[in-house]
T-cell receptor, first 109, second 113 residues
Framework: KNEVEQSPQNLTAQEGEFITINCSYS?????LHWLQQHPGGGIVSLFM?????KKHGRLIATINIQEKHSSLHITASHPRDSAVYIC???????????WGLGTSLAVNP | EPEVTQTPSHQVTQMGQEVILRCVPISNHLYFYWYRQILGQKVEFLVS????????KSEIFDDQFSVERPDGSNFTLKIRSTKLEDSAMYFCASRYGRGETQYFGPGTRLLVL
């Protein structure tokens, strides 16, 4: 069983839709990353959070430490949001990043 | 904006050859990492490096792998004798502090024939 599980694995949306991607983890963590991987392979960190909620533009990330669960929301989705979104957690000692499989998002115009 | 750079962007090598992948982290960062992503699979942690020594390594990071920060700016990953299964995209990353965001290089795509 993976230590970091994401759902859904694949997601297709129409432009303008509200999107939610979920992440559950089974290990003790010091923080959680949401990252975006572009079709060319490049990886960009979107959020790092250890509690509560963070917002950046149309992206919102939440985490519930007690339930070991995080969500990434995209409001008013746009075709340029099409990418793989990856949840990754810093293991408790903060030395190792454990990655989920990613959610492949396609937003159609 | 400062960025992590990696060279080469692509490398093709024969099985059994040594390869060195190079990374230049952001200049004031203190923590350095290598990850790999086999085509179609998830990103995997290889090694973390701080204060001129390895702080954590994965089961993948066996005796064939080594890392070095030779001159205070470069951070290298060496694979001594490449195997077919080493074919992957290798990402370098760095961050200033343990509670800080990690920045990723563009990756080196390694193909072992």
């Amino acid at each position: 069983k993976n230590e970091v599980e994401q759902s859904p694995q694949n997601l297709t949306a129409q432009e303008g839709e509200f999107i939610t991607i979920n992440c559950s983890y089974s290990v003790g963590i010091s923080a959680l990353h949401w990252l975006q991987q572009h079709p060319g392979g490049g990886i960009v960190s979107l959020f790092m959070l250890s509690s509560g909620k963070k917002k950046h533009g149309r992206l919102i990330a939440t985490i519930n430490i007690q339930e070991k669960h995080s969500s990434l929301h995209i409001t008013a989705s746009h075709p340029r949001d099409s990418a793989v979104y990856i949840c990754a957690v810093w293991a408790g000692n903060n030395r190792k990043l454990i990655w989920g499989l990613g959610t492949s998002l396609a937003v159609n115009p | 904006e400062p960025e992590v750079t990696q060279t080469p962007s692509h490398q093709v090598t024969q099985m059994g050859q040594e390869v060195i992948l190079r990374c230049v982290p952001i200049s004031n960062h203190l923590y350095f990492y290598w990850y790999r992503q086999i085509l179609g699979q998830k990103v995997e942690f290889l090694v973390s490096f701080y204060n001129n020594e390895i702080s954590e390594k994965s089961e993948i990071f066996d005796d064939q792998f080594s890392v070095e920060r030779p001159d205070g700016s470069n951070f290298t990953l060496k694979i001594r004798s490449t195997k077919l299964e080493d074919s992957a995209m290798y990402f370098c990353a760095s961050r200033y502090g343990r509670g800080e965001t990690q920045y990723f290089g563009p990756g080196t795509r390694l193909l072992v024939l």
